[in-house]
């Protein structure tokens, strides 16, 4: 509570069809909880969807909702104006493409509401051209394609970003973050930790921490110069290091490169490179309509062909078929 005046904000959560439900959840649970603890509701919220229907999560489980596309834009000029507009969104967002609700984030915008996006949230703010020159956060797995077909955008992989009314974040638990984070700036840190006691939360994670789990943790990889090199060549997927010059940044020799990674990776470095530079192929393959061509050059390769014949070694399918594949799913 601010100024000694109670507050209230007004939120609508728009559903995206194959939403996260946990997204969902862990961005909802917050105001309710906090509305109990503060004593008054100082956060109400409505579901919304474009035809007023209730909307599939990517779990199968169905949302009833209040309120239609065309209803908010009616109360869009009168008292029952949100103060803040949440697009929860999940799998196969790169193919959304309803204009008029890109219209009507615009206009929410432009009247002073403030936006927000959960997952991929982030994908519609961004086709809706609201994310120019604006901080955003994104899951990391759709972090590549988002990259390649919104360049204007400041996209990090970070648990949540703000930026001048925009709020998104990865998804999963970092939606909870997020809320945290947006109570925090309504009221004050006792309430959020009070929160955070109600819901089992031992600590608000900053928004700058890290989306996966640490390379030891995930690879289950112990030699720290291992995890450095693999740190390198992750960071250089576009224009990848030579061996050579990888040697030279870890202070090892090339024989001794190749001993570690025999011994701790299973296989060469040359190939683990090329698996990493080939999994965010397949990324940008399902996550964008990049073609091929531009693909292969975005993941280091100095040939369409090239890269065809290695992708299709390691995942015994072309990358024509892999995009293929992603359309059948998407419009199952």
């Given at each position: 509570?601010?100024?000694n005046?109670?507050?209230k904000?007004?939120?609508?959560?728009?559903?995206v069809p194959?939403?996260t439900?946990?997204?969902?959840?862990?961005?909802?649970?917050?105001?309710?909880?906090a509305?109990?603890l503060a004593?008054?509701?100082?956060?109400?919220w409505?579901?919304?969807?474009?035809?007023?229907?209730?909307?599939r999560?990517?779990?199968?489980?169905?949302?009833?909702?209040?309120?239609?596309?065309?209803e908010?834009?009616?109360?869009?000029m009168g008292?029952e104006?949100?103060?803040?507009?949440?697009?929860?969104?999940?799998l196969?967002?790169?193919?959304?493409?309803?204009?008029?609700?890109?219209?009507?984030l615009?206009?929410e915008?432009?009247?002073?509401?403030?936006?927000?996006g959960?997952?991929?949230?982030?994908?519609?703010?961004?086709?809706?051209?609201?994310?120019?020159?604006?901080?955003?956060a994104?899951?990391?797995?759709?972090?590549p394609?988002?990259?390649?077909?919104?360049?204007?955008?400041?996209?990090?992989?970070?648990?949540?970003?703000?930026d001048?009314?925009?709020?998104t974040?990865?998804?999963?638990?970092?939606a909870?973050?997020?809320?945290?984070?947006l109570?925090?700036?309504?009221?004050d840190?006792?309430?959020v930790?009070?929160?955070?006691?109600?819901?089992?939360?031992?600590?608000?994670?900053?928004?700058?921490?890290?989306?996966?789990?640490?390379?030891?943790?995930?690879?289950?990889?112990q030699?720290?110069?291992?995890?450095?090199?693999?740190?390198?060549?992750?960071?250089?997927?576009?224009?990848p290091?030579?061996l050579?010059?990888?040697?030279?940044?870890?202070?090892?020799?090339?024989?001794?490169?190749?001993r570690?990674?025999?011994?701790?990776?299973?296989?060469?470095?040359?190939r683990?490179?090329?698996?990493?530079?080939?999994?965010?192929?397949?990324?940008?393959l399902?996550?964008?309509?990049?073609?091929?061509?531009?693909?292969a050059v975005?993941?280091?390769?100095?040939?369409a062909?090239?890269?065809?014949?290695?992708y299709?070694?390691?995942?015994?399918?072309?990358?024509?078929?892999?995009?293929?594949?992603?359309?059948?799913?998407?419009?199952?």
């Open positions: 509570m601010r100024d005046k109670p507050l904000r007004s939120l609508v959560f728009f559903l194959d939403f439900m946990v997204a969902f959840a862990t961005a909802l649970e917050p105001l309710r909880a509305n109990r004593g008054y509701t100082a956060y109400e409505r579901l919304a969807s474009v035809d007023g229907q209730s909307v999560s990517s779990s199968g489980v169905e949302i009833s909702v209040q309120t239609s596309l065309a908010e834009r009616q109360k869009m008292q104006r949100p103060t803040m507009v949440i697009v929860c969104s999940g196969g967002i790169e193919d959304y493409a309803e204009k008029s609700v890109f219209a009507w615009r206009e915008y432009n009247r002073g509401v403030a936006l927000g959960l997952c991929t949230g982030a994908y519609v703010l961004a086709a809706a051209g609201l994310l120019a020159n604006k901080r955003c994104i899951h990391w797995e759709n972090l394609g988002f990259a390649e077909r919104f360049p204007k955008a400041n996209v990090f992989a970070d648990l949540f970003e703000t001048t009314n925009i709020y974040c990865a998804g999963g638990t970092a909870m973050d997020m809320m945290f984070r109570i925090g700036e309504d009221f840190e006792n309430l930790n009070r929160v955070c006691e109600q819901m089992l939360t031992d600590r608000v994670r900053n928004p700058s921490d890290r989306q996966r789990l640490p390379l030891r943790a995930r690879l289950g990889v030699n720290s110069k291992v995890l450095t090199i693999i740190e390198l060549m992750e960071a250089n997927l576009s224009e290091l030579s050579v010059e990888i040697a030279g940044a870890v202070g090892l020799s090339r024989r001794q490169i190749e570690l990674f025999r011994q701790e990776m299973g296989r060469s470095p040359a683990y490179y090329l698996e990493l530079r080939l999994d965010r192929a397949r990324h940008l399902v996550q964008s309509t990049m073609p091929v061509v531009e693909v975005a993941c280091g390769f100095v040939s062909s090239h890269f065809s014949k290695c299709r070694e390691l995942y015994a399918r072309s990358p024509q078929q892999e995009r293929a594949n992603r359309k059948q799913l998407a419009a199952a």
